[in-house]
């Protein structure tokens, strides 16, 4: 922060690419006639945009938080890495103009119609690209790890982590209302250091995450073998662990400690490499934006960890009459591999 951020330049065209909930993200396109200072500024980068949400934390903070609290926790290429741009005065009034019209014209995902950018703000996020380059044959897997360890919460002699428990009980929700399960994976597997559990977690990241770009025949052993290399997930459980040792009802939700802990428990992973070939592969997580505390989802937190809890779901005593259920922890997560 101590150095001038980069100004992006009026010149550069800017192309919508996604949209999540409190971001919009472009992808500058660069021409041969490009200056070669944007080029070298702008290029294998992506454009994050924060939306006018109540609860939006200014750019500049946000930037801040990552630099000083949550990039020195990991090694230099664990990280999506971002850089702070400045936004000229116009920007972000002709970005909204050109999202009314993909609204008009029906190009807007119909769950994020009627919030655009916000006006107010002077800066935005230069982020490393992750997503795949079709020309060199690369495919990219993107997925959420989740909580790496148990809840600090879960009650003594649980059989599901936390994860699961959740997911076990939205889906008797959805199954309740006739609506559809949805598949997932138990993040425990990914940080086994088993080949046979992690396969079973890729298999579920596969069916719940698809890969992107060109088409692979090998994509899950790849993946199997990267992630059974890689330090970075291991690295990711220890802090979480670390950082929160108490849990929802006992932590301070406003210390710095928790608010990075439960970032790390809501964070993505990119793994980036060649489709069909052996050759380098990128394994980095980003969507580390600082969790809020009291003025943040902490008491919905508590309220998920409570009704885990009391139904019965961390123990598996929810009252399921399946008789096919896996368990995370006890002889039944071996068996069932």
Request: proline fraction near 6%; charged fraction near 30%.
């Amino acid at each position: 922060m101590s150095e001038s951020p980069y100004t992006l330049p009026d010149d550069v065209p800017l192309a919508y690419l996604a949209e999540g909930a409190a971001n919009i993200v472009y992808k500058p396109i660069l021409t041969p006639s490009t200056p070669l200072s944007s080029t070298e500024h702008l290029s294998s980068r992506l454009l994050r945009l924060n939306k006018a949400l109540p609860s939006r934390v200014p750019v500049s903070q946000s930037h801040r938080d990552f630099c000083q609290l949550i990039r020195p926790l990991f090694g230099a290429n664990d990280v999506v890495d971002q850089q702070l741009i400045l936004l000229p005065a116009h920007t972000i009034q002709t970005l909204n103009a050109r999202l009314k019209e993909d609204e008009r014209a029906r190009r807007r995902p119909v769950k994020r119609l009627g919030l655009y950018l916000a006006k107010e703000e002077g800066y935005g996020l230069l982020v490393r690209d992750m997503t795949p380059d079709l020309a060199r044959g690369e495919v990219v897997v993107e997925f959420k790890p989740k909580w790496l360890a148990q809840s600090p919460s879960a009650p003594e002699g649980a059989r599901r982590c936390r994860t699961c428990a959740l997911a076990e009980q939205r889906n008797a929700i959805r199954r309740s209302e006739g609506g559809k399960e949805l598949p997932y994976f138990c993040p425990l597997d990914l940080v086994s250091c088993d080949e046979r559990r992690v396969g079973r977690a890729v298999q579920g990241i596969l069916s719940t995450s698809k890969a992107r770009g060109a088409g692979s025949s090998d994509v899950y052993e790849r993946l199997v073998a990267v992630l059974l290399e890689s330090k970075v997930l291991l690295r990711l459980k220890e802090l979480q662990e670390t950082l929160d040792p108490l849990g929802i009802f006992d932590a301070d939700e406003e210390s710095r400690d928790f608010r990075i802990a439960t970032t790390l428990r809501d964070c993505s992973v990119f793994v980036k490499m060649l489709a069909d070939t052996a050759g380098e592969v990128e394994l980095r997580l980003g969507d580390l934006d600082l969790k809020s505390g009291r003025q943040g989802k902490a008491g919905y937190w508590r309220a998920v960890e409570e009704t885990l809890i009391s139904e019965g779901w961390y123990m598996g005593t929810e009252g399921d009459p399946r008789p096919e259920r896996v368990w995370c922890f006890g002889d039944q997560a071996v068996e069932k591999l």
